[in-house]
């Protein structure tokens, strides 16, 4: 998490005079950098998660607390999107695509670390990226 952190403090912080879109695209392209160098870490929180939802709330918990400020950054993007600059479709609900994006992110490691002899990481991750971000933008 911390790692994670370093990674995204400055760009949040840069990113705030971007346009929505901007933002949202540096977001992602971060995440995909930082989970294609430490794809341990997706996994462990892929893993983590799938386990103590059911089997300890109290690590399911410290789990999404930490998990909550990416979630939360996410949000504040979508919202800029929507409200400030217009980018964004209104109709898009965003604590729930801001879930949908990070958590897409972690199931494609796992789902790569499964399928690592036939698919590659990079084109899941920029598929994914492709559909999300055109979901989200605001028709003319």
Sequence with gaps: HGRFMNEFSALLTEAEQWPAKQQLTAFVERTHSFLRAHRSHGIFFGMLGAESAENNERVAQALREALSTYVAALERIIRYGQKKTKEFRADVDPSTLAHSILFA????????????????????VSTLHQVMLAGVNRVP
């Design 105 to 124: 992110n972690v199931g494609v490691v796992v789902h790569h670390h499964l399928y690592q002899a036939s698919l590659s990481y990079d084109p899941l």
